[in-house]
C-alpha cells in the first residue's frame, strides 16, 4: 500500500483556469507536508509547505490539509502554462527525518 | 535563502571510473542531506539519509559499498559512484534538510551521470 499517494495524470488545464492537484496520504501521525515542482530534467523546488489544518496562501497557490481525511491538495489560480510540469507531494511523519513522496501529478496547462 | 548547490552538473565516464558529487548549502547550516536517484519517467527515490560527522543510512537495496557518502561538515555531503557502470547513470539528487523548527528539505539541481 502506498503511504502517498497521487493521481499521475496527466492533468490538463485551460491557461487562466484553477488547476486542482490532490494526495492523501496514509500516516495518521503526519505533521508537515509539502509541495514541490519539478520540470523536466530538473530537480524539484518547492512551492509550498503547510502543517496545520486549514488554506495556506501564497500568491496564486492555495495549500489545503485536512488531517481528517488525511489529504493535501494544492490549487493554482490563473494557470499560466509555465505552471506545466509535475507536482509532488511530500509528507513527514513524526520523528522521522525522511520526506514520503507521492509518485507525482503531470500538469499541463493549455494555452 | 535555503539553496542548495550540486557539482558537478553532468559528468560523463568510463565504465569502471569512480565519480564523485558534491552537494553544499550555501546559506544554512543541514545536518542531515539526503541523496535521490531518478531515472527518466520515474519517482524520485530516496538512496540514503547522510548525518554530519556520522556513517549514512542507506535505504533498502542500495549497496552502501558501491555508494560512498561522506558528510564531513555542516554544509557539504558527498556522494562517490565507484566503479561505475552503465546501468548507474541517472540523475542524482541532494537534499538539505535546515535545522530549525519546521526543517523543511530544499534541493540541489541535480547531477546527470553518464557512464559509457
Known amino acids: 500500500q502506498k503511504e502517498v499517494e497521487q493521481n499521475s495524470g496527466p492533468l490538463s488545464v485551460p491557461e487562466g483556469a484553477i488547476a486542482s492537484l490532490n494526495c492523501t496520504y496514509s500516516d495518521r501521525v503526519s505533521q508537515s507536508f509539502f509541495w514541490y515542482r519539478q520540470y523536466s530534467g530538473k530537480s524539484p523546488e518547492l512551492i509550498m509547505s503547510i502543517y496545520s489544518n486549514g488554506d495556506k496562501e501564497d500568491g496564486r497557490f492555495t495549500a489545503q490539509l485536512n488531517k481528517a481525511s488525511q489529504y493535501v491538495s494544492l490549487l493554482i489560480r490563473d494557470s499560466q502554462p509555465s505552471d506545466s510540469a509535475t507536482y509532488l507531494c511530500?509528507?513527514?511523519?513524526?520523528?522521522?527525518?525522511?520526506?514520503?513522496f507521492g509518485t507525482g501529478t503531470r500538469l499541463t496547462i493549455i494555452p | 535563502g535555503a539553496v542548495v548547490s550540486q557539482h558537478p552538473s553532468r559528468v560523463i565516464c568510463k565504465s569502471g571510473t569512480s565519480v564523485k558529487i558534491e552537494c553544499r548549502s550555501l546559506d544554512f547550516q543541514a545536518t542531515t542531506m539526503f541523496w535521490y536517484r531518478q531515472f527518466p519517467k520515474q519517482s524520485l527515490m530516496l538512496m540514503a539519509t547522510?548525518?554530519?560527522?556520522?556513517?549514512?543510512?542507506?535505504e533498502q537495496g542500495v549497496e552502501k559499498d558501491k555508494f560512498l557518502i561522506n558528510h564531513a561538515s555542516l554544509t557539504l555531503s558527498t556522494l562517490t559512484v565507484t566503479s561505475a557502470h552503465p546501468e548507474d547513470s541517472s540523475f542524482y539528487i541532494c537534499s538539505a534538510r535546515e535545522t530549525t523548527l519546521r526543517e523543511t528539505q530544499y534541493f540541489g539541481p541535480g547531477t546527470r551521470l553518464l557512464v559509457l
Open positions: 547522510s548525518n554530519e560527522g556520522s556513517k549514512a543510512t542507506y
Open positions: 511530500a509528507v513527514r511523519s513524526f520523528g522521522n527525518e525522511k520526506l514520503t
